[in-house]
């Protein structure tokens, strides 16, 4: 028997932009397929061309595109309507958006019905609760009533996917299904979605992230510059990847493994290749000239020089050569400094040229700088923080992790002084902090700053990046003449060209933006760095990038992290020590390691258990 | 949902009623400005009322004075016009002889209905012009945004003349003047309306656009429904919302547009009404015809925010 998708040579192109490049799979009933890549890899136009929406400006080409045996490339817009909503289902990311939010979840999902089946008046509404049961939505009755406002995250998206199969489409597209979701949440979505691909639903999954992919997929597609780079059963692709994209993607992806590793390879950046040529090329340490002129050999591994083996990770040197691992410690053992120093252009024994002004020191690594004591914050009644008490160590990372409404992000204003805590205290440096009049704080200032998961929105976007540094550089006290040098420092030490200092927050991307909020952090030299989520927004590959960046700034600067995050992976891989925070509280402190290895409060418990992980146990 | 019922219809009720305190302060606030304003203007009443050719002596000057509290002090003349108004009495005409209350109540009418006529027509053009032309490049749409922002940049008078030459002279449709009837309403009220087409399109396809760039236009694609079917059943509401922000700015076209178009096509009305009225100093008619518009804003912004309300479910929590 045929699958009931067949795709070959898929080509999409928009003007001056070649998004898709001769994409070819298959998908049959009950099988989940996941196409992984990074943002502008061309994933969701494939997905989208699958439905003939990727756009009116996209020119959509096919050697086959079969359905089910229908043709999809020579199909009207009114044989699409056929399709769309009947036969394939599409689910895109973030519900909120994705859900008319002027419309009741009822009338969105009676709409669906009504497309296609012809469900009698009287029927639509027991057909529409039957939907909202059969994807997990509590209360199906009153949920219908409400508005996507009206619902959390993981409530949307359920009804989002109720949506999707009312028309009890053959095929479900999920683009990004849970990208904006909580763990938790997202665990139980993917659990929903497992279950419909067991009662035979095929299922095309689209994601950036590898350890979402591992726990649905039975086959992945790993899409570059729109090539399909790498394709093959999950296990196999995961375990052993052999394309350089997939070893840098499963490389990027922060875990307990990668402590105190580089994420992201050493960057490259050779000659870019041809139109024929393979996308990769310029980024890939193992390009030649038969890569960039050459159309890559064909699928399912499309590399001329594909890898073997164990994936290859850097570590970290701090100043004067001594490896400071994730917690500011130095190693004793000699042999853990490894010798790919040499990637940071630096010999080990002398100083980290980049420290220099910083008035690095090590000593002092270990004395308490941040005590937060039995703080509690009320809004509106409802206590948000609960008696929260945290420390953080000179040099010393500490993590926090939970969901949204948790408490984190007040937890961290708190710190900064942006929130007074309304009983229990915070000192800082052995001083009082949180119980310190604005007057008398605000020059202490410069000691706590901080990095937001969207920096976009705390940079004027009238001033270039230049004058944005300089700004944070005079509220230091650093003098006028001296700013510019020092604002190019900065650059340098983010690992940005000084070019970038000429141009507005807007044209930059969102991993040059992050370089950007850090530098600007780090001007007034402080001692603490509240980091809200830094690298949420962020894809995988550039995720890895700033959370090298982080942990390098840390070991060469001695800084100390207050970590925000719903990601364990993230938390793991760069704090020493982990608070666990549910509804206000602290649940559980330690060490992150064994911490996260033997949690011992149930919640810890439920929370890590949803977090899929790259590597299974069973596997 | 039963719990939530009461203190639901608590709050609509508060809303209800600070809304009424706040028409109430606008109309005291209009009608305040327009006395004082009005007693600025130099010219005395009496020699109004009397009209420009008679020669009374003082004697008589001051009698009428006396009859019409104009001997008192300004401020105690202010209050018991404020007692006057509360108990709606708007006072008299100095010229008509006729109470004001009567005097806008027959000029309203032909206002009401021109405006709601102008209104009506607005808004379907409007609507058709932007459904058609959102989120589509070609001919048609550079026509229609060209010719919106001549209807929006012409003056009315001009505007009005030039659909009197073209279809009341040349091809003799419709009727120069007057009322009578529905044809005799046609091109004033398509005067009145042409500007409005001209920005409400405008803002409609642009609420238009900004929904369709949505995920959830793509998703409502993604169930089968057609173009068409997208930007009705969703874009549209969604188009509507900035409406809101409209309202001022469609309560004083109205009523300046009224002014001007019932010159032009010879209509009785409130604009006349207010033209003749200050030509002569009718000072009762025009502080009536002021309230009338603070009136008018006041009732335009309320129906605008309950339409807001019916449209967008976020406002309602």
Known sequence: MSPLLTVEGLTVAFPGVQAVRGASFTLDRGECLAIVGESGSGKSVTARSLVGLAGDRASVKATTLDFDGTDLTGLDERGWRRIRGGRIGLVLQDALVSLDPLRTVGAEITEALRVHRDVPRAAVHDEVVELLTRVGVPEPEVRAGQYPHQLSGGLRQRALIASALAGRPELLIADEPTTALDVTVQARILELLDRLKAEGTALLLISHDLAVVSRLADRVAVMYGGLLVEEGPTREVLDGPRHPYTRALAAAVPSAAARGTRLAPVRHSGPPAGPDGCPFAERCAHADDVCRDTPPPPAPLRCHHPESGPVARAVFIGPEGVFIGPGGRALDEPGAVPPARGAYGTTPGAPDPRAVGHGVSLSGIGDTLLTVTDVTKRYGGREVVRGVSLRVDRGEALGIVGESGSGKTTVARIVLGLAKPDSGSVTFAGEPWSALPERRRRPLRRRIQTIVQDPLGSFDPRHDTGTLLGEALAFAGVPRRERRARALELLERVELPASVAGRRPAELSGGQRQRIAIARALAPEPELLVCDEPVSALDASVQAQILDLLTELRSALALSLLFISHDLGVIHHISDRVAVMKDGEVVETGEATSLLAAPSHPYSRELFAAIPALTRADA | ?317
């Open chain 2, 1 to 317: 949902m039963k719990i939530n019922t009461r203190p639901a219809r608590h709050r609509a009720l508060r809303a209800v009623a600070a809304r009424a305190a706040g028409a109430v302060a606008v109309l005291w606030g209009a009608a305040t400005l327009a006395f004082f304003a009005l007693a600025l203007i130099p010219g005395d009443p009496v020699t109004i009322m009397l009209g420009p050719f008679t020669t009374a002596p003082q004697s008589i000057r001051d009698q009428i004075a006396a009859d019409n509290g104009l001997d008192k002090p300004l401020f105690e003349r202010y209050l018991a016009y404020l007692g006057r108004l509360a108990q709606g009495d708007m006072g008299e005409s100095y010229q008509l002889q006729k109470s004001v209350a009567a005097v806008i109540g027959e000029a309203l009418g032909p206002t009401v209905e021109l405006a709601l006529a102008a209104v009506v027509i607005a808004i379907v053009l409007a609507i058709v012009s932007a459904v058609l032309t959102a989120g589509r490049e070609g001919r048609l749409r550079g026509f229609v945004t060209s010719w919106e922002l001549v209807a929006v940049s012409l003056p009315p008078h001009w505007l009005g003349i030039l659909l009197l030459t073209a279809f009341s002279f040349q091809l003799p449709i419709f009727p120069v003047v007057g009322v009578g009837g529905p044809s005799a309403l046609v091109l004033p009220a398509l005067t009145l309306a042409l500007p409005i087409i001209g920005v409400l399109a405008q803002v409609l396809r642009e609420g238009l656009e900004a929904a369709l760039a949505q995920p959830f236009a793509v998703t409502a694609r993604a169930r089968g429904l057609s173009r068409r079917q997208v930007r009705v059943r969703h874009a549209l509401r969604h188009a509507a919302v900035p409406l809101a922000t409209l309202s001022g700015w469609l309560a004083g076209t109205l009523l300046g547009g009224a002014v001007i178009v019932e010159a032009v096509f010879g209509r009785p009305g409130l604009g006349a009404l207010a033209l003749q009225s200050a030509t002569n100093k009718d000072m009762p008619v025009l502080i009536g015809i002021v309230l009338v518009s603070a009136l008018t804003f006041v009732v335009i912004s309320a129906l605008i925010d309950a339409f807001q309300l019916l449209v967008d479910p976020r406002v309602r929590t």
